[in-house]
């Protein structure tokens, strides 16, 4: 069971607009900032949005992300075949045992 | 380029012990901090472990604290994960990731921008 709860699966058309849900607690999302990545079947994960809204480098602007109170939330607009991927939500917890690193279950997107 | 190389996984018995590496180049390993994340076959990513680049503060999940231990040698470029008293549950494929750290110098929380191949640990009698 993730600390953070996202929707197993997600899906839609090429030039859709999709959405992705995380939801946490007060001890991670709601007083922390979240990131998102991009898996890739059979590769390492990828470095899509840091800190709730920010793109790294070389990251198209079809992604965004939003957070409010204790969810957070990818957008990928101009849905492309390309995007079939495994998202996962990421952010710090401020966890009585000690501070640590929560994860997302992850959502499966499938370009139809 | 940004490299980041895991070794030493592999088949080992319910308590026994095992040691990662991660050989990092491309960039300044002394400058950064690290992490190993993993990945159960067909599941989630799971944090393991954090390391800070002088190694003054360490974190580790609740799952293996007591059991894993994280240390980095700067002159040789390299991080490590000692891991004792192995699991079934510990079954993952194992990934160094580096802090990410964006133009103004700012390092978000739990954000990694560089990742090796995983290692794949396979812990079964």
């Known amino acids: 069971q993730s600390v953070l709860t996202q929707p197993p699966s997600a899906s839609g058309t090429p030039g859709q607009r999709v959405t992705i849900s995380c939801s946490g607690s007060?001890?991670?999302?709601?007083?922390?900032?979240v990131n998102w990545y991009q898996q890739l079947p059979g590769t390492a994960p990828k470095l899509l949005i840091y800190s709730n809204n920010q793109r790294p480098s070389g990251v198209p602007d079809r992604f965004s992300g939003s957070k409010s109170g204790t969810s957070a939330s990818l957008a990928i607009s101009g849905l492309q075949s390309e995007d079939e991927a495994d998202y996962y939500c990421?952010?710090?917890?401020?966890?009585?045992?000690?501070?640590?690193?929560?994860f997302g279950g992850g959502t499966k997107l499938t370009v139809l | 380029e940004v490299q980041l190389v895991e070794s030493g996984g592999g088949l080992v018995q319910p308590g026994g012990s095992l040691r990662l590496s991660c050989a990092a180049s491309g960039f300044t390993f002394s400058s950064y901090s690290m992490n190993w994340v993993r990945q159960a076959p067909g599941k989630g990513l799971e944090w393991v472990s954090y390391i800070s680049s002088s190694s003054s503060t360490i974190y580790y999940a609740d799952s293996v604290k007591g059991r894993f231990t994280i240390s980095r040698d700067n002159a040789k470029n390299s991080l490590y994960l000692q891991m004792n008293s192995l699991r079934d549950e510990d079954t993952a494929v194992y990934y160094c990731?580096?802090?990410?750290?964006?133009?103004?110098?700012?390092?978000?929380?739990?954000?990694?921008?560089?990742w090796g191949q995983g290692t794949l640990v396979t812990v079964s009698s």
């Open positions: 007060s001890s991670n999302i709601g007083s922390n900032t």
């Open positions: 990421a952010a710090w917890d401020d966890s009585l045992n000690g501070p640590n690193v929560v």
């Open positions: 990731a580096r802090d990410y750290y964006d133009s103004s110098g700012y390092s978000p929380p739990g954000g990694f921008d560089y």
